[in-house]
C-alpha cells in the first residue's frame, strides 16, 4: 500500500459525459501528478501540482483539468469523453516538487 | 526531447538466471532516474532511484542499477530471477516532469 488513494477503482461512461477523478496523496506529500496509461500510448504525464500550484504541464488535453485543493487532495475532471480517453489513470504524489513517486492504484475509465 | 528509452518490449528468462533490462536516457543534465514495477492490475511501485553520488544504486526486492554517463544508460540488474519478478519495468527520468519509457515484460519460466 502506497498510501496514495484513488477513486473510483473503474468508472463507466458514456461518449460526450464528464467524469471526476479523485487522489488522496499521502500524508505529508505535497506534489500530486497525474498519469494517463493507455496500450497505445503507454505511460503519458498529464500534469503536476505542489501545494495547490500547478508546476509542470505534459501533453494534457484541453477537455481535461485538474487542480489540487487546500487539502492537498487533487481531483482530474475529464470532459466530452471520447473512446478514446478510455485508459487507466493514475495519481501520483511526492514530498517535494521532485523526487520519487508514489502511485496509487489507478482509475480505470471506459468509455462506450 | 528528454527522455528515457527501454529498447527490449519482452524478455523472458529462466528462474535462477541473472536478468539486465537495459533503459537510456537523453536529458541535458543528469536527470533523477527511476525504475518502477508493475503487476497486472496494479500500480507502479518503485525498486530504486538515483539522483547523485554513487553510480550504483541498490533497490529493494535484490534489484540494482548502474548510472553510466558515457553511455546514457541506467540498467537495472538482479542476480537470480525468482517466479514472483514477473512484472512490467519501467525505467523513468525528469524531474517535476517525469517520464516513463515504453516498458519491458519480464516473463519467467521455471
Known amino acids: 500500500d502506497s498510501g496514495v488513494t484513488q477513486t473510483p477503482k473503474h468508472l463507466i461512461t458514456a461518449t460526450g459525459q464528464r467524469v471526476t477523478l479523485r487522489c488522496s496523496p499521502r500524508?505529508?506529500?505535497?506534489?500530486v501528478y497525474w498519469y494517463q496509461q493507455s496500450l497505445d500510448q503507454g505511460l503519458q504525464f498529464l500534469i503536476q501540482?505542489?501545494?495547490?500550484?500547478?508546476?509542470a504541464k505534459g501533453n494534457i488535453l484541453e477537455r481535461f483539468s485538474a487542480q489540487q485543493f487546500p487539502d492537498l487532495h487533487s481531483e482530474l475532471n475529464l470532459s466530452s469523453l471520447e473512446l478514446g480517453d478510455s485508459a487507466l489513470y493514475f495519481c501520483?504524489?511526492?514530498?517535494?516538487?521532485?523526487?520519487?513517486?508514489?502511485f496509487g492504484e489507478g482509475s480505470r475509465l471506459t468509455v462506450l | 526531447a528528454q527522455s528515457v528509452t527501454q529498447p527490449d518490449i519482452h524478455i523472458t528468462v529462466s528462474e535462477g538466471a541473472s536478468l539486465e533490462l537495459r533503459c537510456n536516457y537523453s536529458y541535458g543534465a543528469t536527470p533523477y532516474l527511476f525504475w518502477y514495477v508493475q503487476s497486472p492490475g496494479q500500480g507502479l511501485q518503485l525498486l530504486l532511484k538515483y539522483f547523485s553520488g554513487d553510480t550504483l544504486v541498490q533497490g529493494i526486492k535484490g534489484f540494482e542499477a548502474e548510472f553510466k554517463r558515457s553511455q546514457s544508460s541506467f540498467n537495472l540488474r538482479k542476480p537470480s530471477v525468482h517466479w514472483s519478478d514477473a512484472a512490467e519495468y519501467f525505467c523513468a527520468g525528469g524531474y517535476q516532469k517525469v517520464t516513463f519509457g515504453t516498458g519491458t515484460k519480464l516473463q519467467v519460466i521455471p
Open positions: 501520483a504524489s511526492s514530498v517535494g516538487e521532485a523526487g520519487e513517486l508514489f
Open positions: 501540482y505542489y501545494n495547490g500550484e500547478e508546476r
Open positions: 500524508s505529508g506529500d505535497l506534489s
